[in-house]
């Protein structure tokens, strides 16, 4: 069964850095693309980035090109987020979890499961 526990969230300055961590249990990490998302109050979950199996070829949101870095680690069934020069905007809680459906976009939610409980980031102004 797998879980997924995301970590290193916290309440940062605008311009600040934060590293996101992803641990996976449950089943090997390197089976699947894996997803990072997001979800703002009152906002629907919308996706981050995304790093392929062998972790060489990601994907980012218009929004986190060029701020933010998605990695992994296999052999640490951890995938990683580096957050730098932070805005406001990237307030949320932020979800990791691989990607099941890889006939479906992928940048679409549904095209993930077993999502983690989130760990909460704010920037503040």
């Known amino acids: 069964q797998v879980q997924l526990v995301e970590s290193g969230g916290g309440l940062v300055q605008t311009g600040g850095s934060l590293r996101l961590s992803c641990i996976v249990s449950?089943?090997?990490?390197?089976?699947?693309?894996m997803g990072w998302f997001r979800q703002a109050p009152g906002k629907e979950r919308e996706f981050v980035a995304a790093?392929?199996?062998?972790?060489?070829?990601?994907h980012y949101a218009d929004p986190v090109k060029g701020r933010f870095t998605i990695s992994r680690d296999n052999t640490k069934n951890t995938v990683y987020l580096q957050m730098n020069s932070l805005k406001p905007e990237d307030t949320a809680v932020y979800y990791c979890?691989?990607?099941?459906?890889?006939?479906?976009?992928?940048?679409?939610?549904?095209?993930?499961?077993?999502w983690g409980q989130g760990t909460q980031v704010a920037v503040s102004s």
């Open positions: 449950g089943g090997p990490v390197s089976n699947y693309t």
């Open positions: 979890a691989p990607r099941v459906n890889d006939a479906d976009i992928i940048e679409y939610p549904r095209a993930y499961d077993y």
């Open positions: 790093i392929d199996k062998s972790g060489y070829s990601t």
